[in-house]
């Protein structure tokens, strides 16, 4: 069995997010039940006996103790937690967490870590993620736009390159395909009409898809212009997905986002027209 398991679904800085006084982000500091890690995600093929992690995000160490006690993963005989690591890009929710990968922490050895060749060369190229590289705690494996990747016999990534601010790396989206099911993972991306493709041609063609759900209204960031953080309105998205919805799960949640709140009429709404919000240690099979 593949199983993937949903590690965390907020944007870059958590929820509760630091220095945050609204009422979801005080309610959530006083009851972890509605804190959410950052987004990540782990995979675990029960047959081959590995597991893997998507983006290390500053919630590393306890999506990590999370995962490696899940009673399905793999027992680990060496200082690595995971049999591999994909970076989708190179903002700090999603390679941060490397921090603790190395001799003050983890002090992982020669741990495969997938991503793309700008990603790469960010890594080899900027401290502190050169020592990383270079005390060989990890182990650059490129993987190229369309190209499949198979991380074992039953369990394959595919990045697509997405437009998203681009400082750093460039940002890539995952298909994800089990012997049974396909996800579609894009955590990030600016606007679904800057993409080269149909955003619904791509919902189509998979069993599930955890998009990108960072805001619900362009005016909840206070006054802030969304061109400097773009990323598509929920309510835009299911439009755009209507027919589809049953698929659909949105997931880096900000948190100025409502929909984080399951008592909201935002998310009243989105439930109401078929689609769902990811939560933290959500579980499929693929």
Sequence with gaps: MIKLL??????DGGIPHLGCRQPYCERARRDPHLARWVACLGLIDTEA?????????PDARPQLDYLTAHP??????????????ILT?????????LIQFGREVMATRQMPTYGTARMGRF????????????????SLREITDQQPARL?????????????????????GLEIAGPQKRVIYIPDIDRWDDWNRDIREVVAACDIALLDGCFYSADEVGGRPLAEIPHPLIP?????????????????LNHTNSAADRASAQRR??????????????????
């Excluded at 890009?89 to 967490?97: L, N």
């Design 269 to 286: 709404e989105i439930e109401a027209r078929g689609f769902r919000v990811a939560e933290d240690r959500m579980e499929f099979a693929l």
């Design 49 to 57: 006996r590995r597991s893997f992690l998507i983006d290390a995000t």
């Design 152 to 172: 074992t016999d039953r369990l394959t990534i595919t990045p697509f390159l997405v437009p998203h601010r681009q400082e750093w790396s460039d940002t890539i």
């Design 72 to 85: 399905d993963a793999p027992a680990r005989q060496d200082r690595n937690p995971v049999d591999g690591l």
């Design 123 to 138: 890594l080899i190229e900027n401290g502190p993620w050169a020592q990383l590289v270079r005390d060989g705690h990890l």
């Design 89 to 97: 890009h190179a903002h700090i929710g999603h390679y941060t967490g």
């Design 6 to 11: 949903v590690l965390g679904t907020a944007q």
């Design 236 to 252: 835009d998205t299911m439009e755009r997905l209507a027919a589809l919805s049953e698929r659909v799960y949105f997931t880096h």
